[in-house]
């Protein structure tokens, strides 16, 4: 299995109006997508983010030059070694090399890892919340009943980019308008500090359908996680920005969170991400992939999870939820994977089991021009 030819394909969409969360706006959306092919023809796919500028160089001047020959069942040594260069760029060589591994055992990438315990997942709907309107609690709430309208019944929703009790009128008003019927988890992209974040629990005990609250603090004081754990009635996740199965020890270790959150497209690759979806269940927590910006990772999260063990016997609902963009994103249609009721079904195909849509491609390929202005 011998790497013979590496394609790249930067893509990027200038969004039509701007959105974001506590930590500003996106003016756009990218993707960049990696096809390794064998000279026995099998390929595979992988994704990473970051400036597309800096991909391109790095992929074309360091990254495929030392690929092209190597065998490519080496892929935990490829994948470390490139990981030393630019950690996101090993997370889209470990995806394409995994699924050549797949096809060329005549397996599905499930299979690859063992096989599936389920054969679906449930997902929720992730919002930014924020725009540049002075009417964007209305504009958040007018996308939500659109998307609860299509068989979402957990969501996520932006905090902490606004004054508090304007953050407070937008959840109310939420609340009132699904009558709390849909599953909430609160995100503040790390804008709070103890004071502000403790602040909600006194809203938090008269809601009984939040599932928890992301990342309220800066993320590295775990002694301030501890207090706040102990003092609020709601899950604390977090971690999607951790880099390692390694890092995730010390939230672990020190009991400072009830859920952690690793995304692929920020780690070591594949393996490492699945070293912490099972390094959680050794230590009986729970954890609900990160999948934020790309389809293909959130693709390989859910079949990390559909691969993962039971976190509960008592629940209905066996498995973590996996993230799913409802936002203006045309690389979702990526792969063509949707959710019915709140689910998405596994794929059972060889491989990935999924068709890359090319079309896409075509459309949104970057043509080198500034795209950030």
């Not at 063990?309 to 249609?333: A, G, L, Q």
Request: aromatic fraction near 10%; glycine fraction near 6%.
């Amino acid at each position: 299995m011998q790497i013979e030819k590496i394609e790249t394909f930067p893509l990027v969409h200038k969004l039509s109006a701007p959105y974001g969360d506590a930590n500003g706006y996106k003016k756009y959306r990218s993707c960049y997508l990696v096809r390794i092919i064998t000279k026995s023809g099998i390929d595979g796919w992988g994704e990473c983010v970051d400036w597309l500028p800096t991909l391109q160089v790095g992929f074309n001047e360091r990254i495929i030059p030392y690929l092209i020959g190597k065998s490519a069942s080496d892929r935990l040594q490829l994948v470390a070694t490139i990981k030393k260069w630019h950690q996101r760029a090993a997370a889209a060589v470990s995806m394409a090399l995994s699924e050549i591994a797949a096809k060329h055992a005549n397996l599905s990438v499930c299979d690859l890892w063992g096989g599936k315990w389920r054969n679906s997942i449930p997902v929720y709907a992730s919002f930014q919340s924020y725009t540049d309107s002075k009417d964007w609690i209305n504009h958040s709430l007018q996308l939500i009943e659109q998307t609860a309208a299509k068989g979402f019944s957990s969501i996520k929703v932006k905090i902490g980019g606004r004054r508090f009790q304007e953050d407070v009128s937008h959840i109310t008003l939420l609340q009132k308008m699904t009558e709390d019927r849909l599953r909430l988890i609160l995100d503040a992209n790390q804008s709070y500090d103890m004071a502000a974040a403790r602040m909600w629990e006194r809203y938090f005990s008269n809601w009984q359908n939040l599932l928890w609250l992301e990342e309220p603090m800066p993320i590295n004081n775990l002694s301030e996680y501890k207090l706040l754990r102990a003092s609020l009635s709601v899950p604390i996740a977090g971690g999607e920005n951790m880099k390692s199965a390694k890092q995730f020890l010390p939230l672990l270790c020190q009991n400072a969170f009830d859920i952690i959150q690793p995304d692929i497209l920020h780690g070591n690759g594949i393996e490492d991400f699945r070293d912490t979806l099972q390094l959680a269940r050794h230590f009986g927590i729970r954890v609900s992939p990160h999948s934020y910006d790309g389809a293909l990772s959130r693709l390989y999260a859910l079949f990390a999870q559909a691969s993962l063990s039971d976190w509960s016997k008592m629940e209905e609902e066996k498995i973590e939820p996996v993230e799913w963009d409802v936002m203006e994103n045309p690389f979702s249609e990526l792969i063509p994977l949707k959710p019915s009721n709140g689910h998405v079904l596994i794929p059972d195909g060889i491989g990935i089991g999924v068709e890359i849509n090319t079309d896409i491609i075509k459309t949104y390929l970057w043509d080198g021009s500034p795209y950030w202005e």
